[in-house]
């Protein structure tokens, strides 16, 4: 009986770190207003790439750049939704999609227009970087949070988000 109450009180003093879960909700992308004139822009260059490359006999390529221009008209027309975010010391979970924080080998912050972004770099050399928003409430206790877990990097955008918002994508 003494041991069970001497286990007790060593439970009882031992500290105990307290769980740390952020949770946000945020857009997945920024919702862009596409005027008439920005269907008829895309048309006319489309047409244009296309009647080029039906001259030098390029049929597959013509058949490319419509399908393309398709994909990006399904896409523009594409509503933003809302996605939770949680995170905590077991990671970053994504809607339902759990990601280990050692699946990371760094973070940055970087400012997109009105909003910030997070964006977690992964330690696979071909990984995909993880991109989320961040509001700007919670952006310092986020990044407090992985600042005591990862290293903070400068991050840039790459080529596919700046083609990207250069469409209004």
């Not at 509503?79 to 905590?88: F, G, K, M, Q, T």
């Amino acid at each position: 009986m003494d041991k069970d109450q001497g286990g007790q009180a060593e439970s009882a003093t031992s500290p105990v770190a307290p769980v740390q879960t952020i949770q946000w909700t945020a857009s997945d992308s920024i919702q862009h207003e596409h005027s008439k004139s920005w269907y008829v822009v895309a048309v006319l260059i489309t047409i244009a790439i296309a009647g080029i490359a039906m001259w030098f006999d390029q049929w597959s390529l013509a058949i490319l750049v419509a399908v393309i221009l398709i994909a990006v008209f399904v896409v523009a027309g594409k509503p933003a939704r809302e996605i939770n975010y949680e995170l905590s010391m077991e990671g970053l979970i994504v809607d339902s999609r759990r990601y280990g924080l050692d699946e990371f080998r760094a973070f940055g912050v970087r400012h997109d227009g009105a909003l910030w972004q997070l964006v977690l770099i992964p330690v696979k050399r071909f990984g995909l970087p993880i991109t989320t928003f961040i509001n700007e409430e919670q952006g310092e206790q986020i990044v407090d949070f992985l600042g005591a877990i990862l290293p903070m990097e400068e991050v840039h955008q790459d080529f596919v988000d700046a083609i990207s918002k250069r469409l209004k994508l």
